[in-house]
């Protein structure tokens, strides 16, 4: 029997190379070496990206920046032509007379139709009267409202009661919106929109124990910031909520003239009572508002516009 030693190189079996024993290390580094490439594809679209984003910045801030300067100067200008075309017909309401003078008409057997003229310019006056005395029956109760207005404010009291006091002469505006108004009318703005509102929670007050439930708040402000400031200040003084505001609710705020007057006319439709609240900022009645019985706008003076256009 031959001996192991005598067995030549070729009578041993081979050993297996690496990669034969191994066959999953190959796939490995493939594997590794499309998700090199991938990431390297990657990173490529991102510094492609950012660069994009970079010239898209440097278009914006120099294209849109002239642009806006122009567009801000134009609005800018007219805005000043609404400003002082609205601070006039603001003006006129404020200084409105609704009480017409009397014609003075010397009395002559010749001059009838004169005489007649006279009489019919004399009823715009008694209906004004008819206008102002629209709450005297009612004048105890406002005055003693007013009154109460003037002392130490009650923070706990019932919602839809003025919680806060009041000025004497933010009192007497109120009763001359009440008594010598009949409750429509411009009064002056008390110089800021928070002496605005809580002048206006205090007559909402009023006009809850006049009317009950019968009536409902419109505010008409013209900006959701104004709005705001509107919503938190009555919501303060009023002890109120934010479901107090809404369409439903007692107090509903507008930016836009022409739904203000489309919801009055409904509440009207309905038999209840609408109170206008016009903000200072607005400037101006709008003519549909004057044939409903409630409103007040706040007319500001010459600071108080100037201070709301820097704030534009």
């Known amino acids: 029997?031959?001996?192991?030693?005598?067995?030549?190189?070729?009578?041993?079996?081979?050993?297996?190379?690496?990669?034969?024993?191994?066959?999953?290390?190959?796939?490995?580094?493939?594997?590794?070496?499309?998700?090199?490439?991938?990431?390297?594809?990657?990173?490529?679209?991102?510094?492609?990206?950012?660069?994009?984003?970079?010239?898209?910045?440097?278009?914006?801030?120099?294209?849109?920046?002239?642009?806006?300067?122009?567009?801000?100067?134009?609005?800018?200008?007219?805005?000043?032509?609404?400003?002082?075309?609205?601070?006039?017909?603001?003006?006129?309401?404020d200084t409105l007379d609704l009480v017409a003078q009397p014609v003075v008409v010397q009395?002559?057997?010749?001059?009838?139709?004169?005489?007649?003229?006279?009489?019919?310019?004399?009823?715009?006056?008694?209906?004004?009267?008819?206008?102002?005395?629209?709450?005297?029956?009612?004048e105890p109760l406002i005055r003693a409202n007013l009154e109460r207005f003037l002392e130490q404010p009650d923070f706990y009291a019932d919602p839809w009661k003025l919680r806060r006091s009041l000025e004497p002469s933010d009192t007497a505006l109120l009763e001359d919106w009440f008594l010598n108004q009949g409750g429509r009318?411009?009064?002056?703005?008390?110089?800021?929109?928070?002496?605005?509102?809580?002048?206006?929670?205090?007559?909402?007050?009023?006009?809850?124990?006049?009317?009950g439930d019968q009536f409902q708040t419109l505010v008409l402000a013209g900006q959701p910031e104004r709005l705001g400031e509107w919503r938190r200040g009555?919501?303060?003084?009023?002890?109120?909520?934010?479901?107090?505001?809404?369409?439903?609710s007692g107090i509903v705020l507008f930016e836009r003239g022409d739904a203000l007057v489309e919801r009055a006319d409904r509440l009207e439709e309905r038999g209840e009572v609408p109170l206008i609240l016009i903000d200072a900022a607005e400037r101006a009645v709008d003519i549909p508002v004057l044939q409903f019985p409630l409103w007040l706008a706040f007319a500001a003076g010459p600071d108080e516009i100037d201070i709301d256009d820097d704030l534009l």
């Open 185 to 211: 009318g411009a009064q002056p703005s008390r110089g800021n929109r928070p002496r605005n509102v809580l002048l206006s929670a205090g007559l909402i007050a009023i006009i809850g124990e006049l009317y």
């Open 107 to 138: 009395p002559s057997p010749l001059d009838q139709q004169a005489l007649e003229a006279a009489a019919a310019d004399a009823k715009p006056q008694a209906a004004a009267a008819a206008v102002a005395d629209t709450f005297r029956p009612d």
């Open 1 to 93: 029997m031959p001996d192991d030693t005598d067995l030549t190189p070729q009578d041993h079996p081979a050993e297996p190379t690496s990669t034969e024993a191994d066959p999953s290390q190959s796939l490995l580094k493939l594997a590794l070496t499309e998700l090199q490439e991938r990431r390297d594809a990657l990173q490529q679209e991102i510094e492609q990206l950012q660069r994009r984003k970079q010239q898209i910045e440097s278009d914006l801030s120099t294209n849109f920046a002239g642009q806006s300067d122009a567009i801000a100067r134009r609005v800018k200008g007219f805005q000043e032509y609404l400003s002082g075309a609205l601070q006039g017909l603001a003006q006129s309401v």
């Open 234 to 248: 009555l919501q303060d003084a009023l002890g109120l909520s934010r479901e107090d505001f809404g369409p439903n």
